[in-house]
């Protein structure tokens, strides 16, 4: 069964680089660095770890029906959509991915990656301990991604970007986490 869901995992985020090329590494190194970080959580179990990683796998579902100009687009820049079709890349995620129902847990986390920590993000206007740990990781390692893929940002000015938004957009403590993630890699 776990073999079966890497795989549907594997042809999915083959999909997703098919659409969007060059995602498939930026998703892989999201992956790597959001489980490190869940894994230093005492209260996320083995079975939310295997969530988190799959939802950050599957994170940039979404953004499939974008139209070509808007792919290499971050989704939200400074807590805000980029254009107004951003607005449904998570509520697009959701329906996707919960479609099958052992993904349901990664669904809702992926759901939620752009709420921002002060609850002025996007759909639900979550905030800080209301949106789902996993959301809150993956949405520090995937915002540090696409802005070192989509703007070629280097690594230290990505990651004073985070520092610079921490309580607003972020959890300090992923933040911090994710730094610590970044000197180690």
């Given at each position: 069964?776990?073999?079966?869901?890497?795989?549907?995992?594997?042809?999915?985020?083959?999909?997703?680089?098919?659409?969007?090329?060059?995602?498939?590494?930026?998703?892989?190194?999201?992956?790597?660095?959001?489980?490190?970080?869940?894994?230093?959580?005492?209260?996320?179990?083995?079975?939310?770890?295997?969530?988190?990683?799959?939802?950050?796998?599957?994170?940039?579902?979404?953004?499939?029906?974008?139209?070509?100009?808007?792919?290499?687009?971050?989704?939200?820049?400074?807590?805000?959509?980029?254009?107004?079709?951003?607005?449904?890349?998570?509520?697009?995620?959701?329906?996707?991915?919960?479609?099958?129902?052992?993904?349901?847990?990664?669904?809702?986390?992926?759901?939620?990656?752009?709420?921002?920590?002060?609850?002025?993000?996007?759909?639900?206007?979550?905030?800080?301990?209301?949106?789902?740990?996993?959301?809150?990781?993956?949405?520090?390692?995937?915002?540090y991604f696409e802005s070192r893929y989509f703007s070629n940002t280097p690594p230290l000015e990505a990651m004073q970007n985070l520092h610079r938004e921490e309580s607003r957009l972020y959890d300090p403590r992923i933040v911090t986490l994710m730094d610590q993630w970044v000197r180690s890699n």
């Amino acid at each position: 069964l776990e073999r079966d869901i890497q795989d549907m995992t594997k042809l999915a985020v083959k999909f997703i680089q098919a659409r969007i090329p060059a995602s498939y590494e930026m998703l892989r190194l999201t992956s790597q660095a959001a489980v490190w970080i869940a894994k230093i959580f005492d209260e996320l179990e083995e079975e939310d770890i295997r969530d988190i990683e799959l939802a950050s796998y599957l994170s940039q579902v979404g953004r499939i029906f974008l139209p070509d100009e808007l792919l290499k687009k971050a989704v939200m820049i400074d807590g805000t959509p980029t254009d107004n079709l951003m607005y449904q890349v998570p509520v697009s995620a959701k329906e996707i991915v919960s479609s099958v129902r052992r993904f349901s847990d990664a669904a809702d986390i992926i759901h939620h990656i752009y709420e921002n920590f002060d609850g002025s993000g996007i759909p639900d206007r979550k905030q800080s301990w209301q949106i789902p740990m996993g959301s809150r990781i993956i949405r520090v390692a995937l915002d540090y991604f696409e802005s070192r893929y989509f703007s070629n940002t280097p690594p230290l000015e990505a990651m004073q970007n985070l520092h610079r938004e921490e309580s607003r957009l972020y959890d300090p403590r992923i933040v911090t986490l994710m730094d610590q993630w970044v000197r180690s890699n």
